[in-house]
């Protein structure tokens, strides 16, 4: 598959990516200009009346990385991305509280002691995880920049509890033959039991889901009448060789999987930023994009999850399996904070160097080295000479005098770099 050029209309509004080719066919015409370095944009400077086709954005949210993908109608993935985010904020919260705690033990004037002012906003969350939403949030914007976005698709957990708990509920979803497997309760008990054997623990080995009530009485598809087993252990049991304690049974069915409840609330805050932006976000779970992932043929990694998210919702009326077509380059954008105001590391008599604009560069604006390699520059001596490194901060060269770097882009609070392909143009 081809590498893609994103196109805006002339007002601005996004219209359908076009190939390398013809971009630069419209840039040599004058009748486009570039408006975007990362991803590649250009503007048409004409009114171009088209019916865009719309895609649908996939949001997967990780600890310590999001991916973000756009996935057209037809199966063509018109973006992929994978997010670094920023995992500095306790370290430096910390350290502000230091600060200030340091600060207040100085001799000053007298204050008189503040009581009052520890209220919490109405939809606080703690620092961290407040950051890590809010760039989530972020690069799902910067998508439906470049590319018509109809529907939003967001993972907010790894299993529907609500709809696992309900027989009522599961039993409306059998009849939809292509989401039968999606709400497995199956794919819940061998999760919640760490997919071990509760008897012998070994893990490595076939499972299989025992009822502790026989199926044929009653309502007994919930998660709390069923254990994980070996087959030798499940086969043993039947036999009658060996029991289960009662309570060892209910250790592991009261086990209830408990996601964490912060956690939860960030999922909510990003599915209620997302609604802001969007008119119509979906939310999907960790076991139906587990099962779309592998229909779709596609390994685990952070992209393909974003990918299978973004269809999730819609897999069981279209048939993606043969049309799905994944991008040659995944972006890989890196949260930042948005200021950096340290001046300089090391003893007092050191000299300082600026911490705004240097010569033109600042932290992390992207680079090219005189070898025609870009990168980012992650340290600036006050002799000039430069420290690049690439998107992870794995340096290219220690020392490269600022006048032979060429300027590529600005660092804002997010910064980009293409991995698979060079960048078009
Ligand atoms: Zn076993
Ligand atoms: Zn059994």
Not at 154 to 176: G, H, S, T, W
Not at 282 to 303: A, P
Not at 337 to 350: A, F, I, W
């Given at each position: 598959?081809?590498?893609k ?10 219209l ?14 004058k009748k ?11 503007r ?7 019916n865009?086709?719309?895609a649908?954005?996939g949001?997967?949210?990780?600890a ?35 600060y200030r705690?340091a ?12 009581f ?29 920049n470049?590319?018509p ?5 967001v993972?907010?957990?790894p299993f529907?509890?609500q709809?696992?708990?309900n ?10 033959r ?43 598809e919930?998660p ?17 060789e060996?029991?289960?304690s009662?309570?060892?049974l ?18 909510n805050h990003i599915?209620?930023?997302?609604r802001?932006l ?80 240097f ?6 604006d992207?680079?090219k ?15 000039g ?7 992870y ?16 882009s600005k ?9 698979g ?5």
């Amino acid at each position: 598959m081809s590498k893609k050029v994103y196109v805006q209309n002339k007002d601005g509004s996004p219209l359908m990516p076009c190939k390398p080719a013809k971009a630069r066919h419209l840039l040599r015409d004058k009748k486009a200009e570039v408006v975007r370095r990362e991803p590649f944009t250009i503007r048409l400077r004409w009114n171009c009346e088209s019916n865009t086709q719309e895609a649908r954005l996939g949001v997967d949210m990780g600890a310590k990385k999001a991916g973000v993908s756009a996935v057209r109608e037809d199966g063509q993935v018109l973006y992929q991305s994978k997010v670094e985010l920023r995992t500095d904020i306790r370290s430096k919260m910390d350290k502000r509280r230091k600060y200030r705690r340091a600060r207040r033990t100085r001799k000053t004037r007298y204050r008189e002691p503040r009581f009052d002012n520890r209220r919490r906003e109405k939809r606080w969350l703690p620092p961290t995880l407040k950051s890590k939403a809010n760039s989530t949030v972020k690069v799902a914007r910067q998508v439906a920049n470049p590319l018509p976005i109809n529907e939003v698709t967001v993972e907010v957990a790894p299993f529907n509890m609500q709809k696992l708990k309900n027989p009522k509920i599961q039993r409306e979803e059998y009849q939809n033959r292509e989401l039968k497997r999606h709400t497995s309760v199956r794919q819940y008990v061998l999760y919640r039991d760490k997919h071990q054997c509760i008897n012998c623990k070994e893990s490595d080995v076939p499972l299989q889901v025992h009822h502790i009530k026989p199926r044929n009485k009653g309502e007994t598809e919930k998660p709390n009448n069923m254990v994980s087993l070996c087959v030798k252990c499940h086969e043993k049991l039947h036999k009658g060789e060996i029991e289960l304690s009662k309570k060892s049974l209910k250790y592991w069915t009261n086990k209830e999987y408990k996601y964490a409840s912060h956690i939860n609330s960030m999922k909510n805050h990003i599915v209620d930023e997302l609604r802001k932006l969007f008119n119509n976000v979906q939310i999907t779970f960790g076991n139906i994009t587990k099962t779309v992932r592998k229909k779709l043929g596609l390994e685990k990694t952070d992209v393909n999850d974003a990918i299978a998210i973004a269809i999730a919702i819609t897999i069981a009326s279209l048939d993606f399996t043969k049309n799905i077509k994944k991008l040659p380059h995944t972006f890989i954008q890196k949260c930042l904070p948005t200021g950096r105001y340290q001046l300089h590391k090391g003893k007092r008599s050191e000299k300082r160097v600026p911490t705004k604009g240097f010569n033109g560069f600042n932290q992390w604006d992207k680079v090219k080295l005189p070898s025609g390699t870009v990168g980012f520059v992650k340290g600036k001596r006050s002799s000039g000479y430069f420290d690049v490194s690439d998107i992870y901060g794995n340096s290219y060269t220690h020392s490269v005098k600022y006048e032979k770097l060429d300027l590529i882009s600005k660092a804002g609070t997010t910064i980009m770099e293409v991995k698979g392909n060079s960048s078009p143009t």
